[in-house]
């Protein structure tokens, strides 16, 4: 491109966090750059509903301006080059609204930078604009205070793995870390329960799904869970039954 076309990129890409579910817990940051946004952008199923609009559907009840919106939509898929080309037409389209002059504000589920979508548009548009990051709360956190019990304490250590690791791993995690949380246990559910038993930590664990939203469930004792796959947003919390607290 030339320095003509870069210096005109007066436009920000920024990637706001609206945390898990429960859309009180979005920051006061994020809301103010929603209601101010002239661009907004999020992930969409083929039907064009969002999680992440949703989340955020109090932030937009208080914008009192025309908002334009740029629904990527997703495959509900395994096939990564399926994902890929998603990916980059969103960048394209948000890359557009920016060399324009317009900010275009993100929505991320959690956090974007934890597990986020915003990660793959922005390894494609951070080497050419300006680009911010709005934290939000993550599933995790969210799991924490849903159980009322704490992640860590003392000198326990602490792994996050993801369902979709091979057995291998979440086996190893299991059996190296005083606490693991397991996200994206959706499909993998059985395989996490195998793994459970194998190290085990049945007892340690809970089972959450659709953590702050009103179809919230949590299962403290998942001997008694279905042996089945589970919705996308689930996750396991595992901690020592027995700890020190001084």
Avoid: W
Avoid at 28 to 43: H, M, P
Avoid at 55 to 81: K, L
Avoid at 125 to 145: H, K, R, T
């Amino acid at each position: 491109m030339s320095a003509l076309e870069v210096s005109q990129k007066t436009g920000r890409f920024i990637g706001v966090g609206v945390g898990p579910g429960d859309p009180e817990l979005i920051t006061l940051k994020a809301l103010r750059l929603i209601q101010r946004a002239s661009v907004v952008s999020y992930l969409a199923n083929d039907e064009g509903g969002s999680q992440a609009k949703t989340i955020a559907s109090e932030a937009f009840a208080g914008v009192t301006h025309a908002q334009n919106e740029i629904a990527i939509v997703m495959p509900m898929s395994t096939d990564r080059s399926l994902a890929n080309e998603a990916y980059d037409n969103g960048a394209k389209a948000i890359a557009n609204e920016l060399l324009q002059g317009k900010d275009v504000v993100f929505l991320c589920e959690g956090d974007p930078l934890f597990f986020g979508s915003f990660a793959y548009l922005l390894e494609r548009l951070e080497g050419d604009f300006q680009c911010q990051v709005v934290p939000g709360v993550s599933s995790i956190n969210a799991a924490s205070s849903a159980l009322n019990h704490p992640l860590t304490v003392l000198k326990e250590s602490f792994a996050v793995v993801s369902g979709r690791h091979t057995a291998e791993q979440i086996d190893m995690a299991l059996a190296q870390h005083d606490s693991v949380v397991i996200m994206k246990a959706g499909r993998a559910r059985p395989r996490i329960l195998m793994a459970l038993r194998k190290t085990n930590r049945m007892q340690d664990a809970k089972y959450l799904e659709y953590i702050g939203r009103e179809n919230e469930r949590i299962v403290r004792d998942v001997s008694t869970l279905e042996d089945k796959a589970g919705p996308y947003f689930s996750l396991f919390v595992v901690t020592k039954s027995e700890r020190g607290t001084r």
